[in-house]
């Protein structure tokens, strides 16, 4: 499975929108790029998941570049209630397990 | 279907007495999943089963943990003898899959571990 890197923190303020790019250079032709959200004392939830170019549903896009080997989270207009830790991973039909990194910490402010 | 329940949520135990924990995964899904996670780390993977079978378990977990999902239904996770270091957030997940992509698990909110 392709290794992935990203920003262990972010700050960012009220009604912004909060971009956070992984990197995943040995990235597999079958790997697919998923995106975690999670607060404390809770379980990883799932946000999205894409292949190539972009994806969106109602809480996030995602944005994957032609050569796959990174892809970025979008968060529209932040609010306090989206301070958690944010994992990027790769997974692919072959995969049963994933491989979390230490994540994104992200830190809302008024 | 409320989604992937953990019990209990929070377990003190003294170092050396056994504990297992319990998962009830989202009915329709056939993958089930335990994960450890310790403070400021991401999860840790620790074991797998496709229905009832357990496909692989991690090198993390030494001979004194021990899973079972009978019948492809619930699964239970049983830590013996246990030690401090076992201290840590227990987390159960399930997925379907007939393809193989998972497209995302769904995490239990899990079982917090303190050993004493």
């Known amino acids: 499975l392709a290794k992935t890197t990203q920003p262990i923190s972010m700050d960012s303020y009220e009604g912004q929108e909060v971009n956070i790019t992984c990197s995943h250079n040995n990235i597999a032709t079958n790997d697919y790029i998923t995106w975690y959200q999670q607060f404390p004392s809770q379980g990883p939830r799932f946000i999205i998941q894409?292949?190539?170019t972009k994806v969106t549903n109602e809480v996030a896009s995602l944005f994957i570049p032609a050569d796959r080997k990174s892809s970025t989270l979008s968060l529209p207009r932040v609010s306090l209630s989206d301070t958690a830790v944010y994992y990027c991973l790769v997974e692919n039909s072959g995969t049963y397990k994933y491989i979390f990194g230490t994540g994104t910490r992200l830190k809302v402010l008024a | 279907d409320t989604g992937v329940s953990q019990d209990p949520r929070h377990k003190i135990t003294k170092r050396g007495q056994n504990v297992t924990f319990r998962c009830d995964p989202i009915s329709e899904h056939n993958r089930l999943y335990w994960y450890r996670q310790t403070l400021g780390q991401g999860p840790e993977f620790l074991t797998y089963?496709?229905?009832?079978?357990?496909?692989?378990k991690s090198r993390l977990l030494s001979d004194r943990f021990s899973a079972e999902r009978p019948k492809g239904s619930f699964s239970t996770l049983e830590i013996q003898r246990t030690e401090q270091g076992d201290s840590a957030m227990y987390l159960c997940a399930s997925s379907f899959s007939m393809t193989g992509l998972s497209y995302g698990y769904t995490f239990g909110s899990g079982t917090r571990l303190t050993v004493v």
């Open positions: 089963f496709q229905n009832e079978a357990q496909l692989e």
């Open positions: 894409g292949y190539k």
